[in-house]
């Protein structure tokens, strides 16, 4: 009589139960939903063609407007170095001095030379004055005075080419004293005092002082777009230095720079100071893609939202569910703070840009 009582009791306390477990698993999806869209990592994204910047990025050093490399063309042992590393020397001044006993033999030689043709050019020229006397008076035949001519020139000759072989002897002794062809600084100094020098071997560098300019490589896909006179930004890293310069010169060919064009920066007087020759430079050349037909297939993303690993390399893309995309991608050549993806993101597909929290593939997101 008690068992259908029970039965009763038991199916309602069970019905109780899977309404109270239904009604908080319903509650648990809505604060999971709810907590869900409150914890997405808010994002900023950006597409490729908006972020192409209408300028180049390349890189130079500063370097003096006029060097020179010292040497001599002379064979012989260094006498003596008048100047060392960081002198400052006129032009003009001696800077070294090659031994020069043998050509000063060779000048003592050419100067006997030219007292013996000196002797025989007056003695010619006296027996030619006479034989034309002599002739006018038709005291002499005419083939007398050919032969009289022909000796006085010759010994004309024979001087002529005696003063020119001393002038090349002094010439070859102006080689043993090196001068510095203009004003400005030493900065290298390859050889010391008793050392052989040889023809053609630097033995010092002298750079012009206060005058310094930026030489960069420009690659031949992009030089088309540079043109002399163009106003660059120049950015000098080593002294945290900003400088407006202007393209002085343009490479018209890279056969001995393995494909990549020089050309020269103008640095004005008032930026030069603080400058040395040999720093590292970013010049920042603005130009006008619009003319360059292959510029609208480049696809063109900030370095800063490239994501290493290991050897891949990849960004963040915005899934169908709003949710964090991981896309690997290959990457081409670099234009400043700009990098080209070859293949894996399309120009006109969305990237993110920068996230505020940690991304990693699949998690909420939130564009701002």
Not at 35 to 40: C, H, K, M, Y
Request: with cysteine; hydrophobic share 40%.
């Amino acid at each position: 009589m008690n068992f259908p009582i029970h039965t009763n009791k038991a199916l309602q306390l069970f019905t109780g139960l899977g309404l109270l477990i239904i009604s908080s698993c319903s509650s648990n999806e809505k604060k999971e939903a709810q907590t869900g869209v409150d914890s997405a990592v808010l994002v900023t994204v950006s597409q490729p063609a908006a972020d192409v910047k209408q300028g180049l990025t390349v890189s130079g050093q500063v370097e003096a407007g006029q060097a020179a490399n010292i040497s001599t063309r002379v064979m012989g042992y260094i006498t003596s170095i008048n100047v060392k590393v960081g002198d400052r020397v006129s032009k003009g001044q001696i800077l070294a001095t090659i031994s020069n006993d043998d050509i000063l033999a060779k000048r003592a030689q050419a100067d006997a030379l030219i007292a013996q043709a000196e002797a025989a050019f007056r003695n010619a020229q006296r027996d030619y004055e006479r034989f034309t006397a002599l002739y006018k008076q038709q005291s002499a035949s005419a083939k007398e005075l050919d032969n009289i001519t022909l000796q006085y020139s010759s010994a004309k000759a024979g001087l002529e080419a005696a003063k020119q072989q001393r002038n090349e002897v002094n010439a070859m002794l102006n080689y043993t004293r090196l001068t510095a062809p203009f004003a400005g600084t030493i900065t290298q100094k390859m050889m010391d005092a008793g050392s052989m020098a040889n023809p053609g071997m630097p033995l010092l560098v002298i750079e012009q002082t206060g005058s310094y300019q930026v030489s960069a490589s420009v690659p031949e896909s992009e030089i088309s777009l540079i043109h002399t006179g163009a106003l660059v930004t120049v950015n000098i890293d080593a002294i945290h230095k900003v400088i407006n310069g202007k393209i002085s010169q343009v490479s018209q060919s890279s056969e001995n720079s393995g494909g990549q064009y020089l050309i020269k920066i103008n640095i004005p007087d008032n930026e030069k100071q603080g400058l040395f020759a040999g720093m590292y430079a970013n010049v920042s050349i603005p130009v006008a893609r619009g003319i360059k037909a292959t510029t609208g297939d480049q696809v063109m993303v900030p370095i800063s939202a490239i994501l290493y690993k290991d050897q891949l390399t990849g960004l963040y893309t915005i899934g169908s569910n709003h949710t964090a995309l991981l896309r690997w991608v290959r990457l081409g050549k670099t234009e400043g703070n700009q990098v080209e993806v070859l293949s894996g993101l399309a120009g006109n597909e969305q990237f993110i840009l920068s996230a505020e929290g940690r991304l990693y593939n699949g998690v909420a997101v939130k564009i701002k």
